[in-house]
């Protein structure tokens, strides 16, 4: 697949926000630092909203156009599964998360859900699927590094040079 240039920006910068949330979430969860980083983990989250947001209109604007040596139709397959995985678990991820800062007592968000809802048994659920939603997120995550790689060092072809804003060789 070929990407516009802001395809790739938005891809970077949604990984390396999701970096920052993981990294934050877990330090929070494990008292690794002070309470401030709850702070940067939700500031990460609005930021990474914004981000995928941009992305799904980037996307929709200019569909990336197929590779010049299509890859195996199993593999194909897999890798639209993968992606819609990665989409579908991202946003759940936004939502289950925003409505899970939302209970919490100084909420760092622009517009926090009803504080009563986030503290209901509905909002505990919603906390709940966070939480396995991170561990879905980061095998899908896997799998797509892991194809990334196969492809790259195995089958010696070029998705990783499809995502890099360097001139592609084919």
């Known amino acids: 697949m070929t990407y516009t240039k802001a395809q790739i920006i938005f891809h970077w910068l949604t990984a390396a926000v999701l970096l920052v949330m993981a990294f934050t979430g877990l330090a929070y969860s494990y008292d690794w630092i ?44 897999m890798a639209k599964i993968v992606h819609v ?10 939502v289950t998360g925003y409505i899970a800062a939302s209970g919490l007592r100084d909420p760092l968000l622009i517009a926090a ?26 095998a899908l995550f896997a799998i797509h590094i892991i194809a990334v790689l196969k492809h790259r060092f195995w089958d010696k072809d070029l998705p990783l040079s499809n995502m890099t804003l360097t001139p592609r060789k084919e």
């Open 34 to 77: 002070d309470a401030g980083t709850m702070q940067l983990h939700q500031i990460a989250g609005q930021i990474l909203i914004v981000l995928v947001v941009a992305r799904m209109i980037a996307r929709f604007w200019h569909p990336a156009t197929p590779a010049a040596k299509p890859h195996h139709p199993l593999e194909a397959a």
């Open 85 to 94: 995985g990665l989409y579908l678990c991202l946003i759940a991820y936004l």
């Open 113 to 138: 859900v009803d504080q009563r809802f986030a503290r209901s048994d509905t909002g505990e659920w919603f906390l709940e699927a966070h939480f396995t939603l991170k561990w879905i997120l980061l």
